[in-house]
């Protein structure tokens, strides 16, 4: 009985320490938890900011300035007054005033979708090459020779335009006596040219474009300055409804503009941002580009899909050089790709995907010329119907500027002044260069914004003479 006694009495020792040490380790568990929610809370009651304490060269950067056009942008989403008026922003808006994505462009993204054998994979760093045939075909014909045509993908015209400058800064020879290779840049231009080229190294000069006494185009003014500028000059020109104007040349002068830049050896890049979109017609609207082609130009153009695709957020183009042979081509693609590749390696797919649907698919093809033409008719009808109603409320100016101008935008005449009286008085947002993007008109605004307009100008002169 005594060594049953002392058995059991050691059976019930050990389980009393196994009880004993099981509730230590339970113990130390919940300590540990407490002090590290202890912990996590004093931490999150301080909300630490990530500050760097360390002096360096950060606090020298001064602020740079805000970005004229994405600055009114902001100005206008913050504006509380029910009235007010977006004419400032450069894209598509539809009768309602809201985006508006093409039908053909919403079925080729369906059918992307749908498909199976899409795939995310990296596209080569000059882009996807069937995109790149079907995009430069669509600029210079679709029966165009491509053989002698370096092309590749590009970040939509912005891109194009780097890619473009970057290589021609590189490549084109300077004019004896200057330190880098000029461009000449019509005045006014797209507000980002500037910035664009000289980023890439590029000596960027101005050339009379546009006439403020006439609100026409400048054509003996841009002649005599294409022939005062350096032999070898790089020349800017908008394909087609040029930005900020609308003022394009009539053939005839883009005739004499050719003969006179083969005359001085200049070098012409061409920023075709607006086919289609300009006249609703995409073989009219390439007429200049494809006559200097023909004339045997050497041209570099950008090419976006932006506009006239409404792939704003896409960042869909291509920038092309028209070269002298397959050989040279094949040279200057190595040097395209080599700019690209420390740039942004190679470039995103979505977009180059959609405008690659539409343009194999005959159905699809077609619906989108039409969709095209039905932006250009809208915007088209407004720039009419703004200069009726302007007559309407009582303006006695000359507006018949507005109705020969082509394209998105309308440059009205009016003074910085006058724009800043639009926007405070009436809450109507646009650049102070007088431009009005025709695309924010629609006939739920068109009698305010004329009225307004027609306060701001009465008495007073849309000319400079």
Request: charge should be neutral; charged fraction near 20%; aromatic fraction near 8%.
């Amino acid at each position: 009985m005594n060594a049953m006694n002392r058995s059991s009495q050691t059976k019930k020792t050990k389980n009393q320490h196994r009880i004993k040490s099981m509730f230590f380790k339970l113990a130390l568990v919940l300590l540990a938890a407490s002090a590290n929610s202890q912990l996590a809370s004093a931490f999150a009651m301080e909300s630490p900011s990530i500050t760097a304490t360390k002096p360096s060269f950060l606090s020298t950067i001064p602020e740079g300035p805000p970005d004229a056009i994405l600055g009114i942008a902001e100005a206008f989403k913050s504006c509380t007054d029910e009235r007010k008026v977006n004419v400032c922003v450069g894209a598509y808006r539809d009768s309602t005033g809201k985006p508006w994505i093409l039908p053909s462009v919403r079925k080729a993204e369906e059918r992307l979708l749908a498909d199976s054998s899409v795939n995310k994979e990296y596209a080569p760093i000059a882009g996807d090459s069937k995109y790149v045939e079907l995009a430069l075909k669509f600029a210079y014909g679709s029966d165009a020779d491509l053989s002698s045509v370096a092309g590749v993908q590009s970040l939509s015209g912005t891109g194009a335009c780097r890619i473009g400058g970057h290589f021609l800064s590189k490549f084109v020879p300077k004019p004896e006596g200057m330190a880098a290779v000029p461009i000449y840049i019509p005045n006014p231009t797209w507000g980002n040219h500037i910035s664009i080229f000289r980023e890439c190294g590029m000596d960027v000069r101005r050339y009379r474009y546009y006439d403020s006494n006439t609100n026409r185009l400048d054509y003996d003014g841009l002649m005599a300055d294409l022939t005062e500028a350096p032999n070898g000059s790089v020349i800017l020109l908008h394909a087609c409804a040029h930005n900020p104007t609308g003022c394009d040349p009539t053939m005839d002068q883009w005739k004499s503009i050719s003969d006179l830049v083969k005359t001085k050896s200049h070098h012409v890049f061409f920023d075709s941002a607006y086919q289609g979109f300009a006249s609703g017609d995409a073989e009219a609207d390439a007429a200049a580009l494809r006559f200097f082609v023909s004339e045997g130009h050497n041209i570099v153009l950008a090419q976006s899909f932006a506009k006239n695709f409404g792939l704003y957020g896409e960042r869909t183009g291509t920038l092309s050089v028209v070269c002298n042979s397959p050989e040279e081509k094949s040279a200057v693609m190595s040097q395209l790709k080599l700019i690209i590749r420390p740039m942004y390696s190679s470039p995103p797919i979505h977009g180059s995907s959609i405008v690659k649907t539409v343009l194999t698919d005959e159905t699809l093809t077609t619906e989108y010329y039409a969709n095209c033409k039905e932006m250009a008719d809208r915007i088209r009808s407004m720039r009419v119907r703004l200069v009726e109603v302007l007559k309407d409320v009582g303006s006695t100016h000359d507006w018949s500027h507005v109705t020969s101008q082509i394209g998105m935008f309308a440059f009205t005449g009016m003074s910085s002044e006058m724009c800043d009286q639009l926007t405070s008085k009436y809450s109507i947002f646009l650049t102070r260069d007088g431009r009005i993007s025709l695309a924010g008109l629609n006939e739920g605004n068109l009698e305010y914004v004329a009225r307004a307009i027609h306060d701001v100008t009465d008495g007073k002169s849309i000319t400079s003479s």
